[in-house]
Nanobody, 126 residues
Framework: QVQLVESGGGVVQAGDSLKLSCATS????????MGWFRQAPGKERSFVAA????????NYGDSVKGRFTISRDNAKNTIYLQMNSLKPEDTAVYYC???????????????????WGQGVQVAVSS
């Protein structure tokens, strides 16, 4: 039901930074947790980061801890993913999703989400 549009991807060198944005269609977004997943070629979609409805709780996948930061601006119906110290293994299509609740342990898994964006490509060269 919710429309999500990711942007901010591109092609960068290892060590560079990118900031992804995910704009949503309505204010309903404000009451739900949000997250980022990614899918590399030939691999399963994996958890990157999640944030509670009010931004008070965040969680990160082990591979991105200390490098990526998730944030949200509910007034703009937008979430962000700041990606620093990018590595070639970060190359993937990145998807944002709307959770099924304000926060739960399910937010680390695809089944914890109800809606997804179309994805945005991030490519990191050596």
């Amino acid at each position: 039901q919710v429309q999500l549009v990711e942007s901010g991807g591109g092609v960068v060198q290892a060590g560079d930074s990118l900031k992804l944005s995910c704009a949503t269609s309505g204010d309903v977004f404000k009451t739900y947790a949000m997250g980022w997943f990614r899918q590399a070629p030939g691999k399963e979609r994996s958890f990157v980061a999640a944030i509670s409805w009010n931004g008070g709780i965040t969680n990160y996948g082990d591979s991105v801890k200390g490098r990526f930061t998730i944030s949200r601006d509910n007034a703009k119906n937008t979430i962000y993913l700041q990606m620093n110290s990018l590595k070639p293994e970060d190359t993937a299509v990145y998807y944002c999703g709307v959770g099924l609740s304000s926060w739960s342990s399910d937010i680390r898994f695809e089944y914890g989400y109800g809606d997804w964006g179309q994805g945005v490509q991030v490519a990191v060269s050596s």
